[in-house]
């Protein structure tokens, strides 16, 4: 015989009842949004405000009337499209994005290629303090990229910089790294020691991803390790180059921290000198926030075009070699 469930004291209603099969249903599928709630709040008020916020102003100019004097004088009016094509026909902009191309075109085939050299090299079975290896790769991604630019601006500096002074005691030439043509190798210098690291860490995960049983197989039919770094891991580590390589592009043409701390150390880093300089230029040295907005949005659409077609592109080559 059993007892029915006693109700506390004083609570008045029905006993105690096991809920519905449709309320367990409706609570079991509603609990993935309380979990996903606090991941979309931060999302719509610092990415996607944000950028409907740049993407409103970008549509606006401010009408100055008369001498620009008095609570009415200056008024936010509708602009159009006036802006996109004063940014699109800007040749500041334009030969800051040609700089910047330059500079991509250096820092990540160089950066991805030590990357990878790098991983296969740790990948490899004679290679000896891995771990150490390892952190002292990873180690200058660690370092925020002002302070890398601020320690490396100031060893290019002739007056107070080693290499320098190692150079004029050999009798050997010594080249001012922040003028002219060499300032694109100084500042590609920053960038590839401070990301090489983290490439390098993305490729390894991956190459000690792959079962050991291919490697086996591949010693048993004859191949060296030069051929199966080239003909296994190389191909098989091919997403994660394709990742690699899709940040490295992201980033270079979102490269800001280096050229504006060099620019007090050197006259040939203009307040312009990549696209996201004249942003800040025009927003903050000129106030011309309108502007400056345009400018943002028409590089955010380069970035995802860009990134939208080197994707395709290798989808479509991956697609390729699994029907062969």
Same mark, same amino acid.
């Given at each position: 015989?059993?007892?029915?469930?006693?109700?506390?004291?004083?609570?008045?209603?029905?006993?105690?009842?096991?809920?519905?099969?449709?309320?367990?249903?409706?609570?079991?599928?509603?609990?993935?949004?309380?979990?996903?709630?606090?991941?979309?709040?931060?999302?719509?008020?610092?990415?996607?405000?944000?950028?409907?916020?740049?993407?409103?102003?970008?549509?606006?100019?401010?009408?100055?009337?008369?001498?620009?004097?008095?609570?009415?004088?200056?008024?936010?009016?509708?602009?159009?499209?006036?802006?996109?094509?004063?940014? $699109?026909?800007?040749?500041? /902009?334009? *030969? &800051?994005?040609?700089?910047? #191309?330059?500079?991509?075109? =250096?820092? @990540?085939?160089?950066?991805?290629?030590?990357?990878?050299?790098?991983?296969?090299?740790?990948?490899?079975?004679?290679?000896?303090?891995?771990?150490?290896?390892?952190?002292?790769?990873?180690?200058?991604?660690?370092?925020?990229?002002?302070?890398?630019?601020?320690?490396?601006?100031?060893?290019?500096?002739?007056?107070?910089?080693?290499?320098?002074?190692?150079?004029?005691?050999?009798? $050997?030439?010594?080249?001012? /790294?922040? *003028? &002219?043509?060499?300032?694109? #190798?100084?500042?590609?210098? =920053?960038? @590839?020691?401070?990301?090489?690291?983290?490439?390098?860490?993305?490729?390894?995960?991956?190459?000690?991803?792959?079962?050991?049983?291919?490697?086996?197989?591949?010693?048993?039919?004859?191949?060296?390790?030069?051929?199966?770094?080239?003909?296994?891991?190389?191909?098989?580590?091919?997403?994660?180059?394709?990742?690699?390589?899709?940040?490295?592009?992201?980033?270079?043409?979102?490269?800001?921290?280096?050229?504006?701390?060099?620019?007090?150390?050197?006259?040939?880093?203009?307040?312009?000198?990549?696209?996201?300089?004249?942003?800040?230029?025009?927003?903050?040295?000129?106030?011309?926030?309108?502007?400056?907005?345009?400018?943002?949005?028409?590089?955010?659409?380069?970035?995802?075009?860009?990134?939208?077609?080197?994707?395709?592109?290798?989808?479509?080559?991956?697609?390729?070699?699994?029907?062969?």
């Amino acid at each position: 015989m059993t007892t029915a469930r006693r109700r506390p004291y004083g609570v008045k209603g029905a006993p105690y009842a096991h809920p519905s099969p449709t309320t367990t249903l409706r609570r079991a599928r509603s609990a993935p949004y309380f979990f996903l709630l606090p991941a979309t709040v931060l999302f719509l008020l610092f990415f996607a405000l944000p950028i409907g916020y740049a993407v409103y102003l970008s549509f606006r100019k401010v009408r100055v009337s008369g001498l620009g004097l008095g609570s009415g004088a200056r008024k936010e009016v509708w602009a159009g499209l006036q802006n996109y094509t004063d940014a $699109l026909g800007d040749s500041e /902009l334009v *030969d &800051g994005a040609l700089r910047v #191309l330059g500079y991509g075109c =250096i820092v @990540v085939p160089v950066m991805l290629g030590l990357a990878l050299l790098f991983a296969l090299m740790l990948d490899s079975e004679r290679v000896r303090l891995a771990p150490f290896t390892r952190l002292a790769i990873f180690l200058p991604y660690a370092i925020p990229g002002v302070v890398a630019a601020l320690l490396w601006g100031f060893l290019y500096l002739p007056d107070v910089s080693p290499f320098y002074f190692v150079l004029d005691r050999l009798g $050997l030439p010594q080249p001012d /790294l922040l *003028d &002219g043509g060499p300032l694109y #190798l100084a500042l590609s210098n =920053i960038a @590839v020691w401070g990301g090489t690291g983290f490439n390098m860490i993305v490729i390894y995960t991956s190459l000690q991803a792959i079962p050991a049983e291919v490697y086996e197989a591949a010693k048993l039919d004859g191949a060296t390790p030069t051929q199966i770094a080239l003909r296994i891991k190389i191909p098989m580590v091919a997403p994660s180059l394709v990742l690699t390589f899709f940040f490295s592009i992201i980033a270079t043409l979102q490269v800001f921290n280096e050229p504006t701390t060099l620019r007090p150390l050197t006259n040939s880093v203009s307040s312009t000198w990549s696209p996201l300089m004249k942003v800040y230029q025009d927003a903050f040295g000129n106030g011309d926030i309108h502007a400056a907005a345009a400018q943002a949005v028409i590089i955010a659409l380069a970035t995802l075009v860009l990134s939208f077609a080197f994707l395709r592109a290798a989808n479509r080559r991956q697609k390729q070699e699994a029907a062969r």
